[in-house]
């Protein structure tokens, strides 16, 4: 049972528990803020190669959330140690499309709220009021996601089938 994350809670952890428990939330906030950078990237870009004007306005709202996660992870790792590690700047492999790097994109905010949901597991109960609301605004970027995947290839079915009726 090693590995269950709920196998005790905060207020029952040893000191070795308590600073094992830091040691992992150190390490999960400087993964989640370099998967946040790299997401912000990648959302840029789709921006960029987006065709329609309601997907660049959700990604764009999107970027913006991601720069708010990443400096409430910055507070919080501040908060813990007193200073806040850099990251190794982000990179991405550029999609071939659009519907490819929304793919991509899903499937990283999948792993990242993976990551939330351990970090709260780590942290003091007096930081869930900070990282439950990301959880569930990572929960909505993933909708919004996918509402731009299916929207993006019903679109381009919906124009396949119409060009089979000319």
Known sequence: MKNYPYERSFYYRSKQEERDSMERSIWLIKEIRQ????????????????????????????????????????????????????VDAPTFEVPDSFEEGLSEILLRKSNTIHLYVQLLNNLSPAFTSSIFPIIVEEQTHMQLLNYMHSDTCCSKQHIHNHSKDI
């Open 35 to 86: 998967f946040e950078s790299t997401d912000e990237l990648i959302f840029d870009y789709l921006k960029v190669i987006s065709k329609k004007e309601e997907h660049i306005s959700l990604l764009q709202r999107m970027i913006e959330s991601e720069r708010i996660h990443y400096n409430i992870l910055k507070d919080i790792n501040y908060q813990l140690i007193g200073k806040v590690p850099d």
